[in-house]
């Protein structure tokens, strides 16, 4: 490795466990003196995550409509080259989307460029405790996040109780024996283990690997679908929130984007919480509101029917 390997971090984790936040923090805190290259990945036609990354001094591209760890792999690796070829890069953070593997993203970058050229020095997978206890046990897309030796960052821990975040790292640590180890996040911000001040919290001696269950839905990610609309809101916010709360059981991940009193308002849903906040300034959605919504294939056809009466296409 030489002074010119450039240094290289994957973020990860399922839909709605706050990797954008995350990521915000990450690149708040940047060194000013190195040159930074960021690639954010999402599943709509319009990257929401991407223009909810507030500008700073660093370079973005978008990879949009699929993911980077399978559909877009190439699409991946070509702007990686990109990246080196035209920015030079001290270093580059990637954000996946919700259904990636972030240690298949690894290695197909360690077996495309070579180690003196990009490094992949951290592979962080955010993680909701609440997430994980509805979702672990039923679908695959999920635990496979957890594959490999990535670092488990769980997301919104002044939240929870300090019981449930020891029960869900035990969960973890039995089932994947590989993991490097925890962090946790509060309100987005956090600190790497092992920086000065901040234990490094290893996974305890596992009993056995991960086995799914008889009763898991073996769906992977096909099970999984995405819807994307852009178009006039005919409805209201307010709309909006009751469809969600009446479907809570089927949507797994709603995000949007809504022009609202001359701002743009950030309308986001994990599965369990609806929560607004302001978006950054100058967004272009052109006067249009942006939506990306995540359920399972045999709930599609119904939520599609039901979003479009508030979204027009036309």
């Not at 070829?85 to 919700?98: F, H, Q």
């Not at 599965?271 to 990306?292: C, F, M, R, Y």
Request: with cysteine; charged share 25%.
């Amino acid at each position: 490795m030489t002074s010119n390997t450039i240094m290289t971090t994957i973020l990860g984790g399922f839909l709605g466990s706050g990797k954008t936040t995350v990521l915000n923090q990450l690149l708040n805190d940047l060194n000013p003196q190195l040159r930074t290259a960021v690639i954010i990945n999402d599943f709509g036609e319009v990257n929401i995550d991407s223009l909810l990354i507030e500008k700073g001094g660093y370079s973005k591209k978008e990879i949009s409509g699929g993911c980077i760890c399978c559909s877009l792999k190439a699409k991946l690796l070509d702007t990686l080259l990109q990246i080196v070829n035209e920015e030079k890069p001290d270093e580059i953070y990637i954000e996946a989307t919700g259904l990636a593997v972030p240690w298949e993203m690894k290695q197909t970058i360690e077996k495309n460029f070579p180690s003196d050229l990009i490094r992949v020095k951290d592979v962080l997978v955010c993680m909701d405790a609440r997430q994980c206890d509805r979702y672990h046990d039923r679908l695959p897309a999920y635990s496979r996040q957890f594959e490999g030796r990535p670092l488990v960052l769980i997301t919104k821990a002044d939240i929870y109780s300090l019981d449930v975040l020891e029960q869900t790292r035990v969960k973890l640590q039995k089932h994947y024996p590989g993991l490097t180890g925890f962090a946790e996040s509060r309100s987005g911000c956090w600190k790497k283990p092992g920086t000065p001040g901040i234990p490094v919290t290893s996974p305890a001696a596992s009993t056995g690997l991960f086995l799914f269950h008889p009763e898991m839905i073996d769906t992977g990610k096909d099970g999984i679908e995405s819807l994307s609309l852009m178009g006039p809101l005919t409805g209201t916010v307010a709309d909006l929130h009751q469809l969600i709360d009446e479907n809570r059981p089927k949507v797994i991940r709603l995000k949007a984007l809504i022009p609202f009193n001359k701002t743009v308002l950030s309308l986001q849903f994990d599965g369990s919480t609806i929560s607004e906040q302001k978006a950054p300034e100058n967004l272009d959605i052109k006067g249009q509101t942006v939506l990306n919504m995540f359920c399972m294939k045999e709930d599609m056809e119904n939520l599609k029917e039901k979003i479009s009466r508030l979204i027009s296409l036309d």
